[in-house]
Nanobody, 120 residues
Framework: LQLVESGGGLVQPGGSLRLSCAAS????????IGWFRQAPGKEREGVSC????????NYTYFVKGRFTISRDNAKNVVFLEMNNLKPEDTGIYFC??????????????WGQGTQVTVSS
């Protein structure tokens, strides 16, 4: 499963962005999908995961209440709506297939990611 991330950019603190994760040449409707991020000088960490049908979601504590994961299987895309962004949200955001929405452990290869920079 090849996934392509998009939607990143430069935004001021308190601003919003919506990231997209699209499948390239395949369908993602049978997979639980997760968003991950890697800040400069830090390891990649999980942000949020969603079940294949979209009914179940999981968020790490530092984004809960600010980020919303969703999916549109008909359009073969998973979204990450990010509100009230903080400078510490800066990093490269990746999406990946995961083993389950609750364990949120990625498998397969990583894409290029999309850069999110939160700065005034």
């Amino acid at each position: 499963l090849q996934l392509v991330e998009s939607g990143g950019g430069l935004v001021q603190p308190g601003g919003s962005l919506r990231l997209s994760c699209a499948a390239s040449g395949s369908t993602l409707e049978y997979y639980a999908i997760g968003w991950f991020r890697q800040a400069p000088g830090k390891e990649r960490e999980g942000v949020s995961c969603i079940s294949s049908g979209g009914r179940n979601t999981n968020y790490t504590y530092f984004v809960k209440g600010r980020f919303t994961i969703s999916r549109d299987n008909a359009k073969n895309v998973v979204f990450l709506e990010m509100n009230n962004l903080k400078p510490e949200d800066t990093g490269i955001y990746f999406c990946a297939a995961v083993d389950s929405w609750y364990r949120c452990k990625a498998f397969g290869s990583w894409g290029q990611g999309t850069q999110v920079t939160v700065s005034s």
